[in-house]
């Protein structure tokens, strides 16, 4: 327990050197330079600004962050059928997957309205632009998961008389684990994004209300702020994949380690 907490604390040493330096770094241009706060404010203003309304910041990030994990969640669950789907029956894969990467041609601003209409104000229609935005790159490694599958693995199952079930589930699936996590990792980052645009669009709170307002009172730190958030909130939410997929996938992580 206590080396895989000295490792953890090892693996987070440099990124928090990194921005920690990137930190003073800015703040020491922004005074050097003089440069006003209503464009670029210094970091220590923008931490002013947060540790002055903890409690309403919170507030406005776990809004984000329960869209934002309603919005992963719809995307993964779908995303993962979906690709089962059009990989395991071809016919579907031509019928389907056009009309799938078109309606992802889109941009979602464009639909946003739409989701308004159909769902009114509340947290439904921001879920909903999160899926969509997220969506695609889960299907996208799923399915590529799914097709890098061996040949000599799949014509060892079925001589094994394995049926189709079995073989997607115990073989197919358990291959494509990396490129589902991967993928997984990309549609969390998406889904933030779709949970800020749908803020953007029709919000009353959340972390792109916050930005929205801030933008028109000019309040430029605390624009910087929510950005701030954003990013830290970002990384937790990937960290928590990552710690996921190294359950899952306890050899990866000791081949990463070896490789360093």
């Not at 984000?64 to 579907?92: Q, S, Y």
């Not at 308004?116 to 997220?134: D, M, N, Q, R």
Request: proline share 6%; glycine share 8%; aromatic share 8%.
């Amino acid at each position: 327990m206590i080396d895989k907490l000295s490792s953890a604390l090892k693996g987070a040493a440099a990124p928090l050197a990194g921005a920690l330096s990137v930190l003073v770094l800015w703040e020491v241009v922004v005074r050097v330079l003089g440069v006003q706060p209503v464009f670029v404010p210094p970091p220590s203003l923008v931490l002013a600004d947060i540790a002055s309304a903890p409690l309403w910041f919170a507030q406005q990030t776990a809004f984000t962050a329960v869209i934002t994990l309603a919005g992963f969640a719809c995307a993964a669950v779908f995303g993962i059928l979906f690709a089962v789907l059009i990989v395991e029956w071809p016919l579907l894969d031509r019928l389907l997957f056009p009309l799938f990467i078109a309606l992802n041609s889109v941009p979602k601003v464009a639909v946003a309205p739409l989701f308004i209409i159909w769902f009114g104000t509340g947290a439904e229609p921001k879920i909903a632009i999160s899926f969509l935005v997220a969506v695609f790159a889960i299907v996208v490694d799923t399915a590529l998961g799914l097709r890098s599958v061996p040949a000599d693995t799949l014509d060892l199952a079925r001589a094994l008389r394995g049926s189709r079930l079995k073989v997607l589930l115990r073989i197919k699936l358990y291959c494509a684990l990396p490129h589902i996590f991967a993928g997984l990792k990309v549609t969390m980052s998406l889904a933030l994004v779709g949970a800020i645009v749908g803020e953007f669009v029709s919000a009353q709170q959340g972390l792109g209300y916050v930005i929205m307002t801030a933008q028109g009172m000019f309040d430029t730190p605390r624009v910087f702020a929510a950005i701030l958030i954003l990013a830290v909130l970002g990384l937790g939410l990937i960290a928590v994949i990552d710690a996921v997929e190294r359950r899952a996938l306890p050899w990866r992580a000791r081949a990463a380690a070896g490789g360093h």
